[in-house]
């Protein structure tokens, strides 16, 4: 939320969700996207505050996760960075990060292979949670 990460802004002109495709992001249109309804939840709360941007989160204990993310999003280093923390921590992540995708590509699963194969990840992860 702090729009930090270098991806935010090497992966911009790539991200059909969240950029515009071959176009940089410059810092006029930075503060546009902050103010966007895509950040409306934030309000007037501090964007570092963990709750709201999980980059700035204790990861000291933390659950079995599983992170998936595209090599094209604005949020690949933020997730990177988060798994990395987990880790460090020696928490149990699994991450996936799919070339070629953006984000939140597995909705998609009627159109991408890749979106189908999240899903399958996803549903097997929650099974083997279960299971423990």
Do not use: W
Not at 89 to 106: A, C, Q, S, W
Request: hydrophobic letters at 35%.
């Amino acid at each position: 939320m702090t729009a930090s990460g270098e991806s935010y802004h090497t992966n911009y002109h790539n991200d059909v969700l969240m950029g515009e495709r071959n176009k940089p992001l410059t810092q006029e249109k930075e503060e546009i996207l902050k103010s966007s309804d895509l950040f409306c939840y934030i309000g007037d709360a501090d964007r570092k505050d963990p709750c709201i941007s999980p980059i700035f989160g204790n990861y000291t204990t933390f659950p079995k996760s599983l992170f998936i993310v595209g090599d094209k999003e604005m949020l690949l280093d933020d997730t990177l960075s988060i798994v990395e923390k987990i880790k460090e921590n020696g928490n149990d992540v699994e991450l996936i990060n799919r070339k070629g995708m953006f984000h939140i590509y597995p909705i998609h699963v009627r159109y991408l292979r890749e979106s189908r194969a999240a899903h399958k990840r996803i549903r097997e992860f929650i099974a083997e949670s279960f299971k423990e």
